[in-house]
């Protein structure tokens, strides 16, 4: 049989922090934010600016302390954003009947978009969301 080398030793990791696949640690919380960030935006999908609550709240409270919090933030908000300004284009079109599939792809393709910015955030990755208008910096 081959003998396979024992596998590198890294660090251990000071108390309250956590090792993601992309960075060596990161501060206990950060990923528990920055995941519920992205799927806070779902709580209220269906209420008009109601996907802005959540997490603009998680935004604006949790920046200071967290800085991956901060960079997931403005990501998520400028994806609801732009997913907003794109239903209030496509309602009017709906009278034209081509609105219609594209209130329906933005509804459908916004939950999955949140769930894989959520699974990224997971991993430790910034997910950046396609078509989204950059609003904030």
Known sequence: ???LPPPPVSAPASPGSVPTPNSSVVPAGTVQWTVLCH????LAFNM???NLIGP???WL???GEFPEVDRH???VINFHLSW???YFISIPLCLFLIGVPLVLALYVSGIALS???AYKASEGELFRYPLTIRFLK
């Not at 799927?39 to 779902?42: F, I, K, N, P, T």
């Open 61 to 63: 409270t949790q920046r």
């Open 39 to 42: 799927l806070s935006g779902l």
């Open 48 to 50: 008009a600016f109601g």
């Open 73 to 75: 933030g403005k990501e």
């Open 84 to 86: 907003l300004a794109y």
């Open 56 to 58: 603009l709240v998680i």
């Open 1 to 3: 049989m081959h003998d």
């Open 115 to 117: 769930c894989i910015g």
